[in-house]
Protein backbone atom coordinates (compact mmCIF):
# COMPACT_ATOMS: atom_id res chain seq x y z
CA UNK A 1 0.00 0.00 0.00
CA UNK A 2 1.33 3.20 -1.11
CA UNK A 3 1.95 5.91 1.58
CA UNK A 4 -1.33 8.60 0.63
CA UNK A 5 -3.27 4.95 1.42
CA UNK A 6 -2.32 4.29 4.49
CA UNK A 7 -2.30 7.63 5.99
CA UNK A 8 -5.83 7.72 4.65
CA UNK A 9 -6.20 4.38 6.29
CA UNK A 10 -4.76 5.28 9.42
CA UNK A 11 -6.30 8.50 10.38
CA UNK A 12 -8.90 7.87 13.58
CA UNK A 13 -10.58 10.72 15.54
CA UNK A 14 -8.03 11.76 18.16
CA UNK A 15 -9.79 12.45 21.63
CA UNK A 16 -6.89 12.15 23.62
CA UNK A 17 -4.16 14.22 23.75
CA UNK A 18 -0.63 14.58 25.45
CA UNK A 19 -0.12 18.10 27.04
CA UNK A 20 2.80 18.70 24.66
CA UNK A 21 2.53 22.08 22.26
CA UNK A 22 2.19 21.59 18.68
CA UNK A 23 5.26 23.15 16.89
CA UNK A 24 4.37 26.33 14.89
CA UNK A 25 5.82 25.06 11.94
CA UNK A 26 3.78 21.98 12.27
CA UNK A 27 0.91 23.69 12.10
CA UNK A 28 1.94 25.50 9.31
CA UNK A 29 2.24 22.50 7.66
CA UNK A 30 -1.21 21.10 8.00
CA UNK A 31 -2.70 24.95 7.10
CA UNK A 32 -0.54 24.68 3.94
CA UNK A 33 -2.29 21.30 3.03
CA UNK A 34 -5.44 22.68 3.62
CA UNK A 35 -4.95 25.28 1.23
CA UNK A 36 -4.60 22.65 -1.71
CA UNK A 37 -7.56 21.50 -1.17
CA UNK A 38 -10.14 21.49 -4.11
CA UNK A 39 -12.37 24.77 -4.07
CA UNK A 40 -15.71 25.27 -6.65
CA UNK A 41 -15.05 27.99 -8.96
CA UNK A 42 -11.32 27.64 -7.43
CA UNK A 43 -13.15 30.68 -4.73
CA UNK A 44 -10.79 29.30 -1.83
CA UNK A 45 -13.92 30.82 0.16
CA UNK A 46 -12.15 30.07 3.66
CA UNK A 47 -10.92 31.64 6.94
CA UNK A 48 -8.93 29.53 9.43
CA UNK A 49 -8.44 30.91 12.89
CA UNK A 50 -5.50 28.87 14.73
CA UNK A 51 -6.01 28.85 18.37
CA UNK A 52 -3.01 27.99 20.45
CA UNK A 53 -4.02 30.12 24.15
CA UNK A 54 -5.58 27.57 26.68
CA UNK A 55 -7.59 30.12 27.82
CA UNK A 56 -9.47 31.40 24.75
CA UNK A 57 -9.51 27.18 23.69
CA UNK A 58 -11.31 26.88 27.32
CA UNK A 59 -13.70 29.72 27.04
CA UNK A 60 -14.79 28.72 23.28
CA UNK A 61 -15.16 24.57 24.98
CA UNK A 62 -17.11 26.13 28.21
CA UNK A 63 -19.56 28.14 25.30
CA UNK A 64 -19.80 25.37 23.69
CA UNK A 65 -21.28 22.96 26.59
CA UNK A 66 -23.75 25.66 27.04
CA UNK A 67 -25.02 25.87 23.87
CA UNK A 68 -25.15 22.10 23.61
CA UNK A 69 -26.99 22.00 26.97
CA UNK A 70 -29.70 24.58 26.27
CA UNK A 71 -30.45 22.70 22.51
CA UNK A 72 -33.48 21.51 22.57
CA UNK A 73 -32.45 17.84 21.75
CA UNK A 74 -31.81 15.89 24.66
CA UNK A 75 -28.43 13.46 23.93
CA UNK A 76 -26.88 16.93 22.60
CA UNK A 77 -28.11 18.87 26.12
CA UNK A 78 -26.65 15.83 28.25
CA UNK A 79 -23.35 15.91 26.73
CA UNK A 80 -23.39 19.38 27.30
CA UNK A 81 -24.03 19.04 30.80
CA UNK A 82 -21.85 16.00 31.49
CA UNK A 83 -19.18 17.41 33.83
CA UNK A 84 -16.06 15.78 32.08
CA UNK A 85 -17.06 16.28 28.53
CA UNK A 86 -15.00 18.48 26.75
CA UNK A 87 -16.10 19.63 22.95
CA UNK A 88 -12.12 19.61 21.92
CA UNK A 89 -11.18 17.30 24.20
CA UNK A 90 -8.20 19.65 25.94
CA UNK A 91 -5.93 19.50 22.69
CA UNK A 92 -3.29 22.42 22.47
CA UNK A 93 -4.96 23.57 19.51
CA UNK A 94 -7.88 24.37 18.03
CA UNK A 95 -8.43 25.21 14.56
CA UNK A 96 -11.86 27.54 13.72
CA UNK A 97 -12.92 27.38 10.12
CA UNK A 98 -14.82 30.02 8.54
CA UNK A 99 -17.05 30.02 5.32
CA UNK A 100 -17.02 33.26 2.72
CA UNK A 101 -20.86 34.06 2.95
CA UNK A 102 -20.97 35.43 -0.56
CA UNK A 103 -18.34 34.53 -2.63
CA UNK A 104 -16.47 38.20 -3.51
CA UNK A 105 -16.00 37.27 -7.57
CA UNK A 106 -19.69 35.89 -8.35
CA UNK A 107 -21.12 37.78 -5.73
CA UNK A 108 -22.77 33.86 -5.22
CA UNK A 109 -22.47 31.25 -2.56
CA UNK A 110 -21.69 28.00 -4.14
CA UNK A 111 -19.83 25.34 -1.94
CA UNK A 112 -17.73 26.86 1.40
CA UNK A 113 -19.29 24.36 2.93
CA UNK A 114 -17.91 21.65 0.83
CA UNK A 115 -14.92 23.37 -0.11
CA UNK A 116 -14.06 24.05 4.04
CA UNK A 117 -14.95 20.41 4.59
CA UNK A 118 -12.53 18.91 1.86
CA UNK A 119 -9.75 21.63 3.80
CA UNK A 120 -10.87 19.81 7.22
CA UNK A 121 -9.69 16.49 5.87
CA UNK A 122 -6.87 17.85 4.21
CA UNK A 123 -5.65 18.86 7.53
CA UNK A 124 -6.55 15.74 9.20
CA UNK A 125 -4.41 13.84 7.08
CA UNK A 126 -1.29 16.07 7.01
CA UNK A 127 -1.49 15.91 10.73
CA UNK A 128 -1.28 11.85 10.77
CA UNK A 129 1.58 12.38 8.18
CA UNK A 130 3.64 14.12 10.56
CA UNK A 131 2.59 11.73 13.72
CA UNK A 132 -0.27 14.43 15.18
CA UNK A 133 -3.83 13.26 15.37
CA UNK A 134 -6.93 15.48 14.66
CA UNK A 135 -10.82 15.15 15.47
CA UNK A 136 -13.31 17.39 13.31
CA UNK A 137 -15.89 18.93 15.21
CA UNK A 138 -19.21 19.74 14.19
CA UNK A 139 -20.68 20.36 17.26
CA UNK A 140 -19.76 23.91 17.58
CA UNK A 141 -22.64 24.38 15.46
CA UNK A 142 -25.26 24.50 18.43
CA UNK A 143 -22.81 27.73 19.49
CA UNK A 144 -22.58 28.94 16.42
CA UNK A 145 -26.68 28.85 15.93
CA UNK A 146 -26.79 31.12 18.55
CA UNK A 147 -23.58 33.13 17.47
CA UNK A 148 -23.89 33.33 13.87
CA UNK A 149 -20.55 35.54 13.66
CA UNK A 150 -18.80 33.94 16.47
CA UNK A 151 -15.00 34.61 15.65
CA UNK A 152 -16.04 35.02 12.35
CA UNK A 153 -13.97 37.83 9.80
CA UNK A 154 -16.68 40.31 8.40
CA UNK A 155 -18.30 38.43 5.36
CA UNK A 156 -17.42 34.82 6.63
CA UNK A 157 -19.19 32.53 9.03
CA UNK A 158 -18.25 29.89 11.42
CA UNK A 159 -18.66 26.13 10.15
CA UNK A 160 -16.33 23.94 11.78
CA UNK A 161 -13.53 23.34 13.71
CA UNK A 162 -10.60 20.25 14.41
CA UNK A 163 -8.89 19.49 17.12
CA UNK A 164 -4.94 19.03 16.83
CA UNK A 165 -2.37 17.56 18.86
CA UNK A 166 0.23 14.46 19.93
CA UNK A 167 -2.13 11.49 19.95
CA UNK A 168 -1.90 9.86 23.56
CA UNK A 169 -2.90 6.60 21.76
CA UNK A 170 -4.45 5.50 18.81
CA UNK A 171 -8.03 5.14 19.03
CA UNK A 172 -9.03 1.46 17.45
CA UNK A 173 -10.38 1.69 14.20
CA UNK A 174 -14.09 1.52 13.79
CA UNK A 175 -15.94 -1.00 11.00
CA UNK A 176 -16.23 0.62 7.95
CA UNK A 177 -19.72 0.16 6.51
CA UNK A 178 -19.12 -1.18 2.51
CA UNK A 179 -22.57 -3.03 2.36
CA UNK A 180 -24.99 -0.65 0.29
CA UNK A 181 -23.27 1.91 -0.02
CA UNK A 182 -21.66 1.30 -3.91
CA UNK A 183 -23.63 0.78 -6.75
CA UNK A 184 -21.84 0.07 -10.09
CA UNK A 185 -23.40 0.61 -13.03
CA UNK A 186 -21.70 -2.07 -15.72
C1 LIG B 1 -18.88 16.72 9.89
C2 LIG B 1 -18.28 15.99 11.06
C3 LIG B 1 -18.51 16.44 12.35
C4 LIG B 1 -17.95 15.77 13.44
N1 LIG B 1 -18.13 16.28 14.69
C5 LIG B 1 -17.57 15.66 15.75
C6 LIG B 1 -17.67 16.25 17.05
O1 LIG B 1 -18.24 17.31 17.26
N2 LIG B 1 -17.09 15.60 18.09
C7 LIG B 1 -16.40 14.41 17.91
O2 LIG B 1 -15.90 13.86 18.90
N3 LIG B 1 -16.26 13.85 16.68
C8 LIG B 1 -16.81 14.46 15.60
N4 LIG B 1 -16.62 13.96 14.33
C9 LIG B 1 -15.81 12.74 14.16
C10 LIG B 1 -16.67 11.52 13.88
O3 LIG B 1 -17.34 11.14 15.05
C11 LIG B 1 -15.74 10.40 13.34
O4 LIG B 1 -15.17 10.80 12.14
C12 LIG B 1 -16.49 9.08 13.14
O5 LIG B 1 -16.92 8.56 14.37
C13 LIG B 1 -15.60 8.03 12.45
O6 LIG B 1 -14.44 7.76 13.21
P1 LIG B 1 -12.99 8.01 12.59
O7 LIG B 1 -12.88 9.45 12.21
O8 LIG B 1 -12.02 7.63 13.68
O9 LIG B 1 -12.86 7.13 11.37
C14 LIG B 1 -17.16 14.61 13.23
C15 LIG B 1 -16.92 14.16 11.93
C16 LIG B 1 -17.45 14.86 10.86
C17 LIG B 1 -17.13 14.39 9.46
Avoid at 36 to 63: L, M, N, Q
Avoid at 71 to 97: C, N, Q, T, W
Avoid at 111 to 139: E, H, K, P
Avoid at 160 to 184: M, Q, S, Y
Wanted: negative net charge; hydrophobic residues 45%.
Amino acid sequence: MNEVLRTIMERRSVRRYKADPVGREDIETVLQAALYAPTGGSAEPWHFTVITDGRVIGDFDARARAAMAESGIERIEAMGKAPHYRVFFDAPVVILVCGEKVLRRTGRHLSALADCSAAIQNMLLAAVSIGLGGCWIGLVRYLFEREPAFMAPDGYEPLFALTLGHPDGIPEERAKRREGTVAWLE
